[in-house]
């Protein structure tokens, strides 16, 4: 997957996109009861957040880190 394929859906880049698959792997590990897995992900997207632009998809995905997180945190 090249950064041009993902432009037109208002994705900055290829690496900007694994947040969202990382962000995905930890709902589906808490899910499953996979508490440190979850974890795990969660890391890996905030230490790859920097990557989001300013737009909606930026912005929706950090909310979605922070709602994991929350979630991670009372679980």
Do not use: C, K, W
């Not at 709902?27 to 979850?38: H, N, P, Q, S, T």
């Amino acid at each position: 997957m090249e950064d041009a394929d993902l432009a037109p859906i208002g994705v900055p880049s290829a690496a900007g996109f694994a947040l969202s698959l990382h962000l995905n792997l930890g709902d589906d590990y808490l899910r499953a009861g996979r508490i440190e897995d979850a974890r795990a992900h969660l890391e890996q997207a905030r230490r790859s957040a920097g990557l989001l632009s300013e737009s909606g998809y930026g912005a929706m995905i950090r909310g979605g880190i922070q709602r994991l997180s929350d979630r991670i945190d009372t679980a």
